[in-house]
């Protein structure tokens, strides 16, 4: 018979079928001892899904109850034991609001509505509403575990409708009991709107919701449905055309540089962005992307030829040491020269007039640090674990781990 070690022989290689073939209290056994590494007693909490013997329950309960234990084993336990009412007091007990471990406060979450504690409800539909996977499952999860107990009218009404996130669990909701969510695309807060279009699937309750939508943004919302479902441009741009041309007015931004980060940013922006960027986005003819060889090389003689003895053109991941961005660097000394992939774009660490100078006598476009500070208004990029609008100078020269 393989053993628990043989079964998970490193962190991440787990044999999922062998350990639920292992006898329960073994597994019990295992996981209740904090000998044993952590991430084979959470392996094996994990395969105690469904199956926890009774006997077993005041070993693991006392492995939850530990802080001195791995978080990681502590949070997958209390999935385990999901809805049993032994774990009440402890949930409700006020040290639980200290609990900061990581993934700790969402399990205590999740487990306070397995449990039916009202009162968790709007810190789940927070974690429900959250544009991480991992936290918007845990998040839906207890809300299921309240609704399973109390119904779903009381838990929509605990919630109200005041906050986004409230309204997220009522449209995923309304959606699921089969109800016509279209209405939702007027929702003011556009992370509730882009829901709402993305859940859509009816062309022609959309063409009809077209004239009577009660404002441009929510026109726009449904422009994006129809664009999703039938992958007409002629179509969204003559909505687009009809509505006046709708757009995000950014200050200091010339259209050279707006073209640009609209086709690189707005197609894959975060759920926050303002609808305008999408459309536009479909509604405009990409610019030319430079060649980049072509680019480099004729930086590089530029920059040679002003005496600034350039080292070879490297990416941004290259030069972050991980990663990928929008940029190569292009090194002169302690200057650092950034060359954009999105367009003739260049601007440099040191602000060498030199090296303006002779980029510029290329035929490269110099982004000055006015420029470079423009942020760009409702349109939300994903920028190391943000996802805000960014300013031009983080657009144009992207990087991310």
């Keep these: 018979m393989r053993t628990i070690e043989m079964l998970v022989p490193s962190v991440g290689a787990v044999d999922e079928a062998g350990l639920r073939a292992v006898d329960a209290d073994e597994l019990v056994r295992y996981v209740a001892d904090p000998g044993h590494a952590w991430w084979r007693r959470r392996a094996c909490a994990v395969a105690l899904a469904g199956r926890v013997p009774e006997r ?28 049993r009412p032994e774990l009440a007091a402890w949930l409700a007990h006020e040290d639980r609001l200290r609990e900061h471990a990581y993934g700790m406060p969402e399990a205590i979450l999740k487990a306070r509505g397995m449990l039916g504690d009202r009162s968790a409800a709007p810190g789940l539909a927070t974690l429900a509403a959250s544009p991480w996977p ?45 109800a016509d969510v279209t ?3 007027a929702d003011p807060d556009h992370t509730v709107a882009y829901l709402a279009q993305s859940l859509l699937t009816d062309p022609d309750r959309l063409r009809d919701y077209l004239d009577e939508a009660p404002t441009t943004t929510a026109k726009l919302w449904a422009a994006l449905a129809l664009h999703r479902l039938t992958g007409s441009t002629a179509q969204t741009r003559a909505i687009h055309e009809a509505l006046g041309r709708p757009r ?32 536009e986005a479909l509604c405009t003819e990409p610019p030319d992307r430079p060649d980049q060889d072509e680019q480099l090389r004729r930086a590089t003689a530029a920059l040679t030829a002003a005496g600034l003895a350039p080292e070879a ?89």
Excluded at 254 to 271: F, K, N, P, T
Excluded at 327 to 352: A, M, P, Q, W
Aim: charged residues 30%; glycine residues 12%.
């Design 248 to 279: 995000v007015e950014v200050a200091g931004l010339d259209d050279e540089l707006r073209a640009a980060i609209v086709h690189e940013y707005a197609g894959r922006s975060e759920r926050g962005t303002d609808p305008r960027w999408r459309v």
């Design 56 to 83: 077993g329950v005041p070993g693991l309960l006392a492995r939850v109850h530990d802080l001195g234990d791995t978080t990681e084993v502590r949070v997958a336990l209390l999935d385990v034991l999901a809805g």
């Design 183 to 185: 209405d939702a695309l």
């Design 313 to 401: 053109p490297v990416p941004a991941g290259e030069h972050n040491k991980q990663g990928d961005g929008t940029y190569h660097v292009i090194k002169c000394g302690e200057n650092e020269v950034f060359l954009s992939t999105l367009g003739r774009f260049v601007t440099d660490s040191e602000c060498d007039a030199t090296a303006q100078r002779a980029l510029e006598s290329a035929g490269f476009r110099w982004i000055g640090e006015g420029t470079r500070g423009i942020r760009v208004t409702g349109l939300c990029v994903y920028y190391f674990g943000e996802r805000e609008p960014l300013v031009v100078d983080t657009l144009v020269f992207h990087w991310q781990d």
């Design 134 to 178: 991992d936290r918007r499952a845990v998040g839906e999860a207890g809300l299921d575990g309240l609704v399973a107990r109390h119904g779903a009218g009381t838990v929509l009404a605990d919630l109200g409708d005041a906050r986004p996130e409230d309204r997220i669990v009522r449209l995923r909701m309304r959606h699921a009991d089969g």
